[in-house]
């Protein structure tokens, strides 16, 4: 996944960065909420993580800027204040989800993955493709009853390409989920996770096609 994290406060942020990075999603992280309403003007993202008091813009209000141009991404709303009608607000603003600092890191991760679950494709929990079953919830991928264990970067390779099954994704929108914009990464990234993840894939009635100068594709046939 591709997640915005717009959070003010340094060490917070680094280590949700870290803590999502670890699980293999790319982040863009924004500390200010000006430059944050500038930057979704133009980017997507799978989920918005957003602290409620940000400088530039809060992020009440950067939430219903997202809102009220038509920007149905899934927010999770973090904020120091628990009470109920702080948490009214933010709802009304258009988040979907809050969570009250402090917070375990475990119970971010499993709201991001009901936010996911939320979103307008509508994702079956568990999902056949080609000769391989994998069950969303718990992240794992199946073939004739063995599991076939990724780590985490190429996992999330599997799951985006997958999301567009059949559709061709090009580099860049691969680059930025799995890493983020302007991460530093060697230029062949991409291509080398491809190909570690089509070996491990080989034989199981799934492939990846590359269209040269273009991108990916998943395809799912029988094996």
Do not use: C, W
């Not at 670890?22 to 918005?48: I, M």
């Not at 679950?117 to 079953?133: A, I, K, N």
């Amino acid at each position: 996944m591709r997640i915005i994290l717009v959070e003010d406060n340094k060490s917070l942020a680094k280590g949700i960065e870290d803590a999502l990075r670890d699980q293999g999603h790319g982040v863009d992280h924004l500390d200010d909420g000006l430059a944050a309403d500038s930057f979704l003007r133009t980017e997507t993202a799978d989920v918005a993580i957003i602290d409620i008091n940000l400088p530039g813009l809060t992020g009440i209000e950067l939430t219903k800027r997202m809102r009220g141009r038509g920007d149905t991404t899934p927010v999770l709303m973090l904020t120091a204040m628990g009470k109920t009608s702080d948490r009214v607000v933010g709802l009304d603003a258009g988040a979907d989800d809050y969570l009250v600092k402090p917070f375990e890191m475990a119970e971010l991760m499993a709201r991001l993955r009901a936010l996911t679950r939320r979103r307008p494709q509508l994702m079956p929990e568990q999902e056949f493709v080609g000769d391989l079953v994998y069950d969303r919830q718990q992240r794992v991928i199946m073939h004739q009853d063995k599991r076939i264990d990724l780590p985490r970067r190429e996992l999330a390779l599997f799951e985006l390409l997958l999301d567009h099954k059949g559709k061709l994704l090009d580099r860049e929108r691969i680059f930025s989920s799995l890493y983020g914009a302007g991460a530093e990464v060697e230029a062949n990234a991409i291509e080398l996770l491809v190909s570690r993840l089509r070996r491990k894939l080989d034989g199981t009635g799934v492939e990846i096609k590359t269209a040269r100068g273009l991108g990916y594709m998943l395809n799912a046939g029988s094996a």
